[in-house]
């Protein structure tokens, strides 16, 4: 994925199964295992998660997404 994509795909309020196998570069198990572990971590800290999605900002968070660095390379190659 590009840096222009990345950031198209965490601008999402919500992100599914499918976002997360992109974000990791993964398979279905991966995924879903690296989601659980995830809303395993919001519902013990009392959060409430709706549905199966998860907030993106809580996986950017968890993947420790650079965000800055995204938007810098993204400028650097839309030049």
Same mark, same amino acid.
């Given at each position: 994925?590009?840096?222009?994509?990345?950031?198209?795909?965490?601008?999402?309020?919500?992100?599914?199964?499918?976002?997360?196998?992109?974000?990791?570069?993964?398979?279905?198990?991966?995924? &879903?295992?690296?989601?659980?572990?995830?809303?395993?971590?919001?519902?013990?800290?009392?959060?409430?998660?709706?549905?199966?999605?998860?907030?993106?900002?809580?996986?950017?968070?968890? &993947?420790?997404?650079?965000?800055?660095? &995204?938007?810098?390379?993204?400028?650097?190659?839309?030049?």
């Amino acid at each position: 994925m590009t840096a222009n994509e990345t950031l198209k795909l965490i601008s999402k309020q919500w992100c599914n199964l499918t976002d997360l196998m992109l974000l990791l570069s993964c398979g279905r198990n991966k995924a &879903l295992e690296v989601k659980k572990q995830i809303k395993d971590k919001l519902l013990s800290e009392g959060y409430i998660i709706p549905s199966n999605d998860l907030p993106m900002q809580a996986v950017v968070d968890s &993947l420790k997404i650079d965000i800055n660095r &995204l938007e810098y390379i993204a400028k650097l190659t839309n030049k």
